[in-house]
């Protein structure tokens, strides 16, 4: 949801910066495939955040097309936050089976 205000001779503005609004997505990741984070991003996203308490360690990258398991690692019980767009998908490998990991998206 975007905060608009209403001038007094009428049209609206946005204010710059964070608006209020977001969304929290359960994304299922495995140990075989880089999975987007989330698989359809926030439209005018601002900020990610990641949170991982899924007992296994994770990884992020900026491509799917990485082989083996490269990347930003997060940790059992850690969360990364990303000040990216809406534009911008990163995706995430489990180091070991299947995993559930918390993506939060500010807008």
């Known amino acids: 949801m975007s905060v608009l205000v209403n001038?007094?001779?009428?049209?609206?503005?946005r204010p710059a910066g964070l608006n209020?609004?977001?969304?929290?997505?359960?994304?299922?990741?495995?140990?075989?495939?880089?999975?987007?984070l989330p698989s359809t991003p926030l439209a005018q996203r601002n900020a990610l955040a990641i949170q991982n308490v899924s007992g296994v360690e994770m990884k992020v990258n900026y491509s799917s097309g990485i082989a083996g398991y490269e990347g930003i690692v997060i940790a059992d019980g850690n969360e990364r936050s990303y000040q990216i767009s809406d534009t911008i998908i990163v995706y995430g490998k489990s180091a070991l089976g299947s995993i559930t990991v918390n993506v939060e998206e500010l807008a």
């Open 7 to 13: 001038l007094p001779g009428g049209g609206t503005i």
């Open 20 to 36: 209020i609004g977001g969304r929290v997505t359960e994304v299922t990741l495995n140990d075989t495939t880089w999975v987007a």
